[in-house]
């Protein structure tokens, strides 16, 4: 499986962004999709996951300005952030793989990630 992200960049506090990332390859493979985002000096974090089953996680930082959802006939997986803040800065990755039924901790054997898009939330 191969993941392609896009759409990030540059907007002021308060704006939006909507990020995309593609998949292709053995998309089978796939179950379970999320977001992370690292930070400078910081640990790679969750952001959101659509579970294996459907269900949706997201971490209270993000709750509420925050949207993931999947296109499973395009293989697409979408991430709109509304309502920006400075410490939504970070490179944000896409992951997607083979998850525990009723989880998003994939398998690692089908644990994928995309390349990363830089995401600066600035004035």
């Known amino acids: 499986v191969q993941l392609q992200a896009s759409g990030g960049g540059l907007v002021q506090p308060g704006g939006s962004l909507r990020l995309s990332c593609a998949a292709s390859g053995s998309t089978s493979d796939i179950n379970a999709v999320g977001w992370y985002r690292q930070a400078p000096g910081k640990q790679r974090e969750l952001v959101a996951a659509?579970?294996?089953?459907?269900?949706?996680i997201y971490p209270n930082s993000v709750k509420g300005r925050f949207t993931i959802s999947r296109d499973t006939a395009k293989n697409m997986v979408y991430l709109q952030m509304n309502n920006l803040k400075p410490e939504d800065t970070g490179v944000y990755y896409c992951n997607a793989g083979w998850a525990y039924s009723g989880t998003h901790v994939l398998l690692p054997r089908y644990n994928y990630w995309g390349q990363g898009t830089q995401v600066t939330v600035s004035s």
């Open positions: 659509i579970a294996e089953g459907g269900r949706i």
